[in-house]
């Protein structure tokens, strides 16, 4: 799960805010826990991604 869409969600269903902390510690408490995102990925070269697509793809 991912801490800001599930805010957004929480937000739009109950029309109450809450931070990233507080939204991951309700998920803690129901046994969830929301994904941050690994820097292995943001450093990702795009080229090699879309040469690993299309050979998967095949």
């Known amino acids: 799960m991912d801490a800001g ?3 957004g ?3 739009r269903l109950y029309r109450v805010r809450l931070t990233e902390q507080g939204v991951g ?9 929301f994904q941050r995102a690994d820097k292995r990925r ?3 070269v795009p080229a ?3 040469v690993e697509l299309n050979r998967s793809r095949l």
């Open 48 to 50: 090699v991604v879309a």
């Open 9 to 11: 969600l929480i937000a």
């Open 5 to 7: 869409r599930s805010g």
């Open 42 to 44: 943001l450093l990702v």
């Open 25 to 33: 510690k309700y998920l803690r408490r129901w046994g969830l826990s």
